[in-house]
């Protein structure tokens, strides 16, 4: 999905594989290709956080020299990758975005980073992200706001947004995000990339830095739907250091990648398309793609799932709950930043969180607090528990007849730094259609469908039954296909220029 140009860094990860392997390329080069990319366009995105060079370099030169003996190399050796910095990585600083733990560099690393660097995956660097990835457009890091290589006027979506605009802007070839309410999926859209959550559980949560550990995916940033596969393949399977974690092996989701969709039941939420506040642009976009998989051979028909306009209120008391217990241990006495003011330990506990939380992590907090606390637990977190599982029962009852459920990714094309921060329900909004595959634990896909008039790109969101990514994977391989888009950012045209 991306043009082959002269760097190396515009280049999908199979394309660069195949190169590798028939040592027309090393991965050296294809370091050095990401490096002169990040020193071109990243003090105008901001997309990394932290840069990791030096182990960078090292890593390729070690695949060099295993290719250059004959030595077998995964499909993602060589390849360069960034983190979204709430993954842990061992000995590598690791913020989560927030000042509350600028200083801390983890003891571990994350299940996904340990299996990747165990394939000679190489870490160019950390991406910033919304803190402790509560946001929908990345503008509530501590640090700084991420830019859209589309519009830097613009934001990249959230929270996950330095990680989907480094890819975007081929800083590197694929990434890794998270998803909670659509962190992936969101920012893929608005950035014009292939993001990918799993199924809950498909990958291990070890090591990545808590927001709302039932909601919580780690996901997938890359160019096209092939990659997505190859980088799933890498890092899906159990661990049993994840209570959560499926108890299903690794597998290659390439296989039957390519098998065409002719047959298959998709069901289009109707309900979704219509709803106030979706672009026409964005609509137009959706159905254009819709009537393609028809054409594919898909039948296609409307779908309904009842209780999902409930999904967003019910998300924001489940994930608020979720978040103030898991940020309780931020109290400025085993790790990170600690606050020098206080006369005793309540009062340096309590200004270390004021001063080293940002207002929507505060917020967030103050609201789950609220939710779980004596008296209101039934009425607000109980009853959001409830809707939850009637979600569930509707994506159940829906998968009876469909295949697959598709929709809009997002409601609209990214919107402007500060537009919506001062609105937090406008914010909010930003989710609504990717926050139901949350709470049901779905597998679901965003790929590029288009261009807005405003050359801003369009996400279409592909939902599929539990465990079943093949399928999703299948789906969002044979639309890109037939759209056959070729997605640059004017930002890199800018650079050719």
Request: with cysteine.
């Amino acid at each position: 999905m991306s043009e082959a140009t002269g760097e190396l860094c515009d280049r999908s990860a199979f394309e660069l594989a195949a190169l590798l392997r028939s040592r027309e390329a090393s991965a050296s080069e294809l370091v050095d290709s990401a490096y002169r990319r990040i020193a071109e366009v990243d003090d105008r995105l901001s997309a990394f956080l932290l840069l990791n060079e030096e182990d960078a370099r090292n890593t390729a030169a070690r695949v060099d020299d295993d290719l250059g003996r004959g030595v077998y190399s995964p499909a993602v050796a060589g390849i360069p990758l960034a983190l979204k910095d709430v993954l842990c990585t061992k000995g590598i600083r690791t913020t989560a975005g927030s000042k509350i733990l600028e200083p801390y560099i983890p003891p571990y690393s994350c299940t996904p980073w340990e299996r990747l660097a165990a394939s000679r995956s190489v870490l160019v660097g950390k991406t910033n992200c919304d803190e402790f990835a509560m946001g929908s457009s990345n503008e509530n890091s501590a640090f700084r706001p991420v830019r859209n290589p589309w519009n830097l006027e613009t934001v990249p979506g959230g929270s996950s947004g330095g990680s989907a605009a480094a890819v975007a802007a081929g800083e590197a070839v694929w990434a890794l995000g998270t998803d909670t309410g659509g962190s992936v999926r969101q920012p893929a859209a608005l950035c014009g990339v292939v993001g990918m959550k799993p199924t809950y559980g498909r990958i291990s949560r070890y090591g990545l830095i808590a927001f709302a550990s039932s909601l919580d995916h780690v996901a997938t940033f890359t160019r096209d739907v092939r990659d997505a596969a190859t980088l799933l393949s890498a890092i899906a399977g159990h661990d049993p250091r994840d209570a959560t974690s499926l108890p299903e092996g690794p597998r290659d989701y390439t296989e039957g990648l390519e098998g065409g969709i002719r047959g298959l039941r998709i069901g289009v939420i109707e309900g979704w398309l219509e709803m106030d506040g979706v672009q026409p642009a964005v609509r137009d976009s959706v159905r254009a793609a819709i009537d393609r998989l028809e054409r594919l051979g898909a039948s296609v028909e409307p779908a309904e799932l009842p209780h999902a306009d409930y999904a967003l209120s019910a998300y924001y008391l489940i994930a608020p709950a979720e978040c103030s217990s898991n940020l309780a241990r931020y109290d400025g006495v085993r790790y990170g930043y600690r606050s020098e003011d206080g006369e005793d330990v309540v009062q340096m506990n309590m200004r270390t969180r004021g001063e080293g939380f940002g207002d929507e992590v505060k917020r967030r907090i103050m609201l789950g607090t609220y939710s779980l606390s004596a008296g209101y637990y039934e009425a607000y977190y109980g009853q959001a528990q409830k809707v939850r599982t009637l979600v569930i029962r509707d994506y159940e009852r829906a998968f009876e007849r469909f295949d697959l459920l598709v929709s809009p990714t997002s409601p609209t094309t990214a919107f402007r730094l500060g537009e919506k921060s001062g609105d937090p329900l406008a914010m909010y909004l930003s989710d609504i259609f990717t926050i139901p595959s949350n709470l049901s634990g779905t597998p679901a896909i965003s790929v590029p469908c288009g261009l807005a008039p405003d050359g801003l790109p369009v996400g279409f969101q592909i939902m599929g039954r539990l465990r079943d990514e093949a399928t999703v994977l299948r789906v969002g391989r044979a639309l890109e296909q037939d759209l056959g888009l070729i997605l640059r950012p004017p930002l890199l045209d800018a650079l050719a220029a």
